[in-house]
């Protein structure tokens, strides 16, 4: 038995950026502009523009006749979390045309069967649209 003993320390350095919130940070900077633009009340900074965008594009594959697992993998989602994603954007979307027109689509529902969807396509695809035109404006 060796009676000499080798130490070795590793060292990690972690960089943290500070939100202005006492005892928050972020381990990127990134993070921490969207903390303070959302503590701020500046909400329009904080959203990730491409988020949405993802999300509105999602659903607009899917109502266009794309397999939700097809539209899943091309995302690096799973088959389950595409179809959340598709309805919560059909919900927002439908939400904002009934506050616009001030009554709800005829034969057609945020809730129905993606096939239903597929077969007003049209409607749907114009009402995503509308839904992110608004997003953009607000």
């Not at 701020?40 to 999602?58: F, V």
């Not at 939700?68 to 954007?89: H, K």
Request: net charge positive.
């Amino acid at each position: 038995m060796n009676s000499l003993t080798e130490s070795i320390e590793l060292v990690y350095e972690t960089t943290y950026w500070a939100c202005n919130i006492f005892r928050h940070h972020h381990r990127s900077k990134e993070k921490a502009d969207a903390c303070i633009a959302l503590k701020s009340g500046n909400r329009k900074a904080y959203r990730k523009e491409d988020y949405y965008s993802r999300n509105i594009r999602i659903a607009r594959d899917v109502i266009g006749g794309e397999a939700y697992a097809t539209v899943a993998q091309r995302n690096g989602l799973s088959v389950g979390r595409s179809g959340q994603i598709v309805s919560s954007v059909l919900r927002r979307a439908s939400f904002i045309e009934y506050a616009r027109n001030n009554e709800s689509p005829k034969d057609t529902y945020w809730g129905d069967p993606i096939s239903k969807h597929r077969e007003n396509s049209e409607y749907w695809l114009g009402v995503l649209g509308r839904y992110e035109k608004h997003l953009e404006e607000s």
